[in-house]
């Protein structure tokens, strides 16, 4: 295929998964249909968040996913991806997260890092990360039954939708096995340890710097962090309360707003 074709096609499919976001509405694996590679896929997403930046938005960080043996196993995906956060993605701690105009939202108990400074290969996490906080990931696939190959998933901004940060702190001295929960509406329904997470949740840090680096994308001073989901992601219902509890860190937690478009909404 030409070069030209290949950029049309990354084009196209980036504007499909940016439509699927916007408009709620779940569509068909299109990226490994079209035999997309990786590689591929992360120019896609490139192009994808490229979108947002032009309709406003500013890149403040990056997620690394699928770093946990229990996401490995929820998705059927063996590989380390990551994606892109922006500003409008961030809801405050304790926040609202309208759940009307998503298809079918997850919340999953993350540990976040803010970068002192630019990242460069070979850093040392203790020079290059300035603070830790517990938070919560809110995923949502734009593809039917929340089912995604690698490339798919990779395209898709690895299902990024928002993300709370939980009170910043120094990090501690030891950080690589914490115990984490996830509660909704005051019960524990994720139970996992920061281990689960590359075997220590710092390892985010150098993959993060290592694969981005890879696509071209250096971590910048001030930027967050979300190193992966240490346990398997829990479905948001309209009008729940999510708490994600990371031992010695504190708590990050949102509620979903009822959805508008539900029967018997009364607002
Ligand atoms: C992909 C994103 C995975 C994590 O923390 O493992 C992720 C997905 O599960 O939809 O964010
Ligand atoms: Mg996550």
């Known amino acids: 295929m030409s070069t030209s074709t290949v950029a049309g096609q990354i084009a196209a499919l980036a504007s499909r998964l940016d439509e699927a976001a916007a408009t709620g ?6 990226v490994s249909a079209a035999g997309l590679t990786p590689d591929d896929a992360y120019a896609v997403q ?3 968040v490229d979108r947002r930046i032009e309709r406003g938005e500013r890149l403040v960080g990056l997620k690394m996913g699928l770093t946990s043996r229990a996401k490995m196993a929820q998705m059927g995906v063996e590989e380390v991806i990551w994606g892109r956060l922006t ?24 540990v976040a890092f803010l970068l002192a400074r630019d990242a460069r290969p070979g850093d040392d996490f203790g020079s290059a990360v300035r603070a830790v906080a517990p938070a919560l990931e809110l995923i ?3 593809y039917a039954d929340f089912r995604f190959s690698l490339p798919d998933v990779i ?3 690895t299902s990024a939708s928002g993300f709370v940060i939980g009170p910043w702190q120094p990090v501690p001295a030891g950080i690589d096995n914490l115990g984490v929960l996830l509660e909704i509406d005051g019960r524990v329904v994720q139970t996992g340890s920061t281990a689960a997470i590359l075997g220590d949740p710092r390892r985010a840090f150098s993959e993060a ?16 962090l979300l190193a992966g989901a240490a346990t398997a992601a829990v479905p948001l219902a ?13 708590t990050a937690s949102l509620h ?11 607002s």
């Open 140 to 142: 949502d696939s734009r």
């Open 256 to 266: 979903s707003l009822p959805s508008l478009r539900s029967p018997g909404a009364t």
């Open 87 to 110: 500003d409008a993605m961030r809801v405050p701690d304790g926040g609202g997260v309208p759940t009307g105009g998503l298809i079918h939202p997850r919340v999953e108990p993350e």
């Open 155 to 157: 395209a898709d901004n």
């Open 25 to 30: 509405t779940a569509i068909p694996q299109i």
């Open 209 to 224: 710097v290592r694969l981005g680096g890879r696509q071209g994308v250096t971590l910048r001073e001030g930027w967050v």
């Open 238 to 250: 309209p009008g729940a309360r999510v708490r994600a509890v990371v031992e010695g860190l504190g």
């Open 46 to 48: 490139q192009a994808l």
